[in-house]
C-alpha cells in the first residue's frame, strides 16, 4: 500500500501507537510532532520492524510550521491521503485562577492546530478528490471538566469544527471524523497525578470498564479508514460514555 498519513502528536502515548499500528498495516506514516528527539526514535523503530516512517517536527499552532510539515510530506512521499489530529496538550488549573497563557496555549494546540493542519492538507486533497481527516476530541468535549476548562472548550470546538468541515468537504468526497476516548493511560492523562491516584481518579463501575485501551482507538482509527466508512462523516465516536 502506498498510502500516506501525517499523524500530529505522533510521539506521544495514544499517536505512537497509532503510528506503530498503522506502520504495521502497511501505511507509510509521517510523525509529526513538537517534540523531535522522541518522534525520530518511534521512526527509527518502525523502519527496524520493516515499516515505513519519517519524523518531522512541527509546531501545530503555527502556519508556517504546519506548511512546512505538508511540504516535507509531499517531498519524501508525493501524496498525503490521511490526517489524524493528534497533538494535543492539557494543565490542570480551576477557570478563577487560570493564566490567560494556559488557556491560549491549550486552545491555540488543540483546536487551532486542528484547524491548521486540516486546512493545510485539505488544500492538497480538493483537486484529487479524495481523503481522510480523523481528529481525536474527548469526551471531556461533551462533559466539560472541572480544572481543566480550557481542555474541554478545546475538545468541544474539535467536536463542532468536524461537523462543519465534514459538510464543506463533502463535495470532494473528503471525510471529517473524530474519536472521543476517555481517560487513557498516557503521560498526559497522568500528569499531576501518581498511578495510584490516577486509577482511583478514574475508577468507574466494571460494566463501562475504566479505562480506554490504546488498541481500541488504533481500532477505530482503521476502521475510519477503511472502505467499510467511505460515507461516514461528520461523526465523533465516543469510546466512552462522557463523564
Ligand atoms: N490520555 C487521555 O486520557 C486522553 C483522553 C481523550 C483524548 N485524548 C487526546 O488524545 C491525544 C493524545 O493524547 P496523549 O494522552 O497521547 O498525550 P501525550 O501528551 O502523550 O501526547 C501528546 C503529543 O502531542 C505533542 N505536542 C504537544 N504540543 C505540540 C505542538 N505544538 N505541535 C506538535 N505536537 C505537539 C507532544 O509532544 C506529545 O507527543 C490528545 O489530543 C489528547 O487530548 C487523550
Request: charged residues 25%.
Amino acid at each position: 500500500m502506498d498510502k500516506v498519513i501525517i499523524v500530529t502528536g505522533g510521539a506521544g502515548g495514544i499517536g505512537s501507537d497509532i503510528c506503530r499500528g498503522l506502520a504495521s498495516d502497511g501505511l507509510k506514516v509521517v510523525i509529526a510532532d513538537y517534540a523531535k528527539e522522541a518522534a525520530e526514535n518511534i521512526a527509527a523503530e518502525i523502519r527496524k520492524d520493516n515499516g515505513e516512517a519519517i519524523a518531522i517536527q512541527v509546531d501545530v499552532g503555527s502556519k508556517q510550521s504546519v506548511g512546512d510539515m505538508v511540504k516535507a510530506t509531499l517531498d519524501k512521499y508525493g501524496r498525503i491521503d490521511f490526517l489524524l489530529n493528534g497533538a494535543g496538550v492539557l494543565t490542570r488549573v480551576p477557570v478563577v485562577e487560570m493564566p490567560e497563557e494556559d488557556w491560549d496555549r491549550v486552545l491555540r494546540i488543540n483546536l487551532k492546530g486542528t484547524f491548521l493542519c486540516s486546512q493545510a492538507v485539505a488544500h492538497h486533497m480538493i483537486p484529487k478528490k479524495q481523503g481522510r481527516i480523523i481528529s481525536i476530541a474527548s469526551g471531556r468535549g461533551v462533559a466539560g471538566q472541572p480544572r481543566a476548562a480550557h481542555y474541554a472548550a478545546s475538545k468541544a470546538g474539535i467536536i463542532a469544527f468536524t461537523k462543519s468541515l465534514a459538510v464543506e468537504l463533502a463535495t470532494y468526497e473528503i471525510t471529517v471524523n473524530a474519536i472521543a476516548p476517555g481517560a487513557t493511560d498516557t503521560p498526559m492523562s497522568r500528569s499531576g497525578s501518581t498511578r495510584e491516584e490516577f486509577e482511583k481518579r478514574e475508577a468507574i463501575p466494571p460494566l463501562m470498564d475504566g479505562l480506554t485501551k490504546k488498541e481500541e482507538i488504533v481500532g477505530l482509527i482503521r476502521y475510519l479508514l477503511s472502505e467499510a466508512t467511505k460515507y461516514v462523516t461528520g461523526q465523533t465516536f465516543f469510546l466512552r460514555t462522557p463523564k
